[in-house]
């Protein structure tokens, strides 16, 4: 047995000494600040993330969720009235809309709940216009209020969102530390040396969806050779319901952020499964 990261991580271990390859390791919690945080969903998209929050959250958080109308007009004069009265104090706002006028309620929401950080994905360009983005980021910030708009959310790390030379820097505690479990896909393949296949998992931090699980499972058993791409087409048939849309999401890539989700996860397990691809025969090509 061989792992793919860095030094081999826990797991059922069964008599031959092997994790099961059955089994999917979750990496072990570090003790964790307490912290509230409030999702802001309006229908399927959200829904699903909230689910997968509460599954694999930490003990020490409290996740609540709030849904917004589906019809909110062009221009929101009274926010009050699209809010409920009672909206609770929480660290942390997690603004999941999948219209093009939900966000301008994000000032209000932070200001109401008390929030010290707010992310706000952007999986479909179309409901975060890039005028109400930069809008809402700059009165964020003159609250006093850390924020986050990672574009897709499977981009978050602890310190930045975004792709590649499009990646943003952050300072904010609370988001940091709900990238610590959710965001880009960090895990550790572990290898059978004798079948050259996958035989176990270690999710160090999923995506907020939950395909990381989804597609962590089904390349248990998958040989080194066929891994990837294929693991980054489980992922999107998760499925993900990020934007099929093709546009423009670094310098010279055009893509759509459905398939942007994919090629994370394979930039992921691809120098973990690379060293123990078989050498390709004398005269084959190398990629």
């Not at 055009?254 to 004398?282: D, W």
Request: hydrophobic share 35%; aromatic share 6%.
């Amino acid at each position: 047995m061989r792992d793919g990261g860095a030094e081999s991580g826990g797991g059922e271990i069964g008599q031959s000494g092997h994790v099961e390859p059955t089994e999917l390791a979750q990496w072990p919690q570090c003790s964790e600040i307490t912290m509230r945080i409030l999702v802001i969903v309006q229908g399927s998209y959200g829904e699903r993330i909230v689910k997968n929050l509460r599954t694999h959250n930490p003990n020490s958080w409290e996740i609540e969720s709030v849904t917004l109308p589906m019809a909110l007009p062009a221009i929101i004069d009274e926010p009050s009235e699209y809010l409920p009265g009672n909206l609770p104090e929480c660290d942390l706002v997690i603004f999941l809309s999948e219209s093009p006028q939900a966000p301008q309620l994000i000032p209000d929401i932070a200001r109401a709940t008390r929030a010290k950080g707010v992310i706000a994905p952007i999986d479909h360009s179309a409901w975060m216009p890039m005028g109400l983005k930069g809008q809402v980021q700059r009165e964020l910030a003159s609250m006093g209020v850390g924020s986050a708009f990672p574009k897709n959310f499977c981009t978050l790390t602890e310190t930045t969102y975004g792709y590649r030379e499009s990646a943003q820097p952050y300072d904010c505690e609370v988001i940091s530390a709900f990238a610590r479990h959710f965001g880009r896909p960090r895990l550790r393949a572990q290898i059978d040396l004798g079948t050259r296949t996958i035989e176990a998992v270690e999710i160090e931090r999923c995506s907020p969806c939950g395909s990381t699980y989804h597609a962590a499972r089904k390349i248990i058993g998958m040989s080194v050779d066929e891994a990837v791409p294929r693991a980054g087409l489980i992922c999107m048939h998760y499925p993900c319901l990020a934007s099929m849309h093709m546009e423009q999401i670094d310098r010279g890539l055009y893509n759509t952020l459905m398939h942007l989700s994919g090629q994370i996860f394979n930039e992921e397990l691809e120098p973990q499964v690379s060293p123990f691809r078989a050498a390709p025969a004398r005269g084959e090509p190398v990629e």
